[in-house]
T-cell receptor
Framework: AQSVTQPDIHITVSEGASLELRCNYS??????LFWYVQSPGQGLQLLLK??????LVQGIKGFEAEFKRSQSSFNLRKPSVHWSDAAEYFC???????????FGTGTRLLVSP | DAGVTQSPTHLIKTRGQHVTLRCSPI?????VSWYQQVLGQGPQFIFQ???????GRGNFPDRFSARQFPNYSSELNVNALLLGDSALYLC???????????FGPGTRLTVT
């Protein structure tokens, strides 16, 4: 069965520092890959997605992610974190964009002054 | 355009009761999916409906049921509530051939 692993439960980053959140997936084929962000008490907002093509994808709010097939990874990065980036981040996979999403357990990002 | 809307925002129920949660998809979207997010976990897939038919079901007991109406809105019903059903219930809508699902703000269910 497909699964998604986000090994870091919490990460604390200083404001202005760079960020990398890790995501590994287990799937029979290259799935559709997504990163979502969830602020406290809110629903999920899509940051970026990957289906095929260029393995480095750009998203909203200055985020990017790189797909590495050999490592079954899809790590999220941001060169300079802002205090407003503090939230929970979820990696998700699906067979298509239309079908059910399988989520990781999430990484909570804390931003220190 | 309005996004996905869900009602109610919050509700509190007692063990053994039943609950109905409602979702209105984005205009033009014909598919609705339901997810359960327990505190500290990622969302888990419950159901997907497309054109009023169930297209997928996650690993949830029969106490969970759903339906989709001709206007593509949807209801999620949970019977015989357990404490473990306390969660944020998220609804997402999409169109066939679309490459993403759009989520609503969720309904926070507390079972006491």
């Amino acid at each position: 069965a497909q699964s998604v692993t986000q090994p870091d439960i919490h990460i604390t980053v200083s404001e202005g520092a760079s960020l990398e959140l890790r995501c590994n997936y287990s799937y029979g084929a290259t799935p559709y890959l997504f990163w979502y962000v969830q602020s406290p008490g809110q629903g999920l907002q899509l940051l970026l997605k990957y289906f095929s093509g260029d393995t480095l994808v750009q998203g909203i709010k200055g985020f990017e992610a790189e797909f590495k097939r050999s490592q079954s990874s899809f790590n999220l990065r941001k060169p300079s974190v802002h205090w407003s980036d503090a939230a929970e981040y979820f990696c998700a996979v699906a067979l298509t964009g239309f079908q059910k999403l399988v989520f990781g357990t999430g990484t909570r990002l804390l931003v220190s002054p | 355009d309005a996004g996905v809307t869900q009602s109610p925002t919050h509700l509190i129920k007692t063990r053994g009761q039943h609950v109905t949660l409602r979702c209105s998809p984005i205009s033009g979207h014909k598919s609705v999916s339901w997810y359960q997010q327990v505190l500290g976990q990622g969302p888990q897939f419950i159901f997907q409906y497309y054109e009023k038919e169930e297209r997928g079901r996650g690993n949830f007991p029969d106490r969970f049921s759903a339906r989709q109406f001709p206007n593509y809105s949807s209801e999620l019903n949970v019977n015989a509530l357990l404490l473990g059903d306390s969660a944020l219930y998220l609804c997402a809508s999409s169109s066939p051939g679309a490459d993403e699902q759009y989520f609503g703000p969720g309904t926070r269910l507390t079972v006491t």
